[in-house]
């Protein structure tokens, strides 16, 4: 029931982009993304709830592909800020987060 | 918006003694709350979901006897970990579904607690 995400790491430049997936065996009710920092609790970043959505802004955007089983989170022009270990996840009545993305950003 | 108070946020106990945290909604009703552990590098992997008035259910391979989990109201819900040893050393994170509506399907996190055992 865990989603999967990937890639697992990922080391950007200031200024580049990254995608991370998100997949799923089964079409997801929801999708949901959080950034975490170390030691502290994850940070809602947004939640797509329709097959074939998109939402976000410039710089951090989501898709939610039309099975809803897999998605997508674009980070643009990313910002030292940005780093930290970003978790996609799922609701069937109970919340389960993926595996995890760990996102390195360096001057 | 909706806001979910954890506490401790930090504690250091003995093997073999109990410790409880305490997870609370504080400006909305939570029927249904969430109990996570995170282990060092490594993703939030749900324990158990606390039901208010009822018992709770735990994921496979959680042993319910070591994680005591009450939700007496709906504002609290409680997690002990009984006879703790070295292994439960780990992060424990709370969650609530919180409102109606788009609401429903948003979870509120606590700010987690980091748990020692020595």
């Known amino acids: 029931q865990q989603p999967v995400q990937s890639p697992q790491a990922v080391i950007l430049r200031e200024g580049e982009d990254a995608v991370i997936n998100c997949s799923s065996s089964k079409a997801l009710y929801s999708v949901h993304w959080y950034r975490q920092k170390h030691g502290e609790a994850p940070v809602f970043l947004m939640i797509?709830?329709?097959?074939?959505e998109q939402k976000g802004h410039e710089k951090i955007s989501a898709s939610f592909n039309e099975k809803k089983q897999q998605s997508s989170l674009y980070l643009t022009a990313s910002q030292l800020s940005y780093s930290g270990t970003y978790f996609c996840g799922s609701n069937f009545n109970k919340f389960y987060f993926g595996s995890g993305t760990k996102l390195n950003v360096k001057p | 918006g909706a806001v979910v108070s954890q506490h401790p946020s930090r504690v250091i106990c003995k093997s073999g003694t109990s410790v409880k945290i305490e997870c609370r909604s504080l400006d909305f009703q939570a029927t249904t709350m969430f109990w996570y552990r995170q282990f060092p590098k490594k993703s939030l992997m749900l324990m158990a979901t606390?039901?208010?008035?009822?018992?709770?259910?735990?994921e496979q391979g959680v042993e319910k006897d070591k994680f005591l989990i009450n939700h007496a109201s709906l504002t609290l819900s409680t997690l002990t970990v009984t006879s703790a040893h070295p292994e439960d050393s780990s992060f424990y994170i709370c969650s609530a579904r919180g409102g109606l509506g788009v609401g429903s399907h948003l979870y509120t996190f606590g700010s987690g607690t980091r748990l020692t055992v020595v």
């Open positions: 606390s039901n208010e008035g009822s018992k709770a259910t735990y």
């Open positions: 797509l709830l329709k097959g074939g």
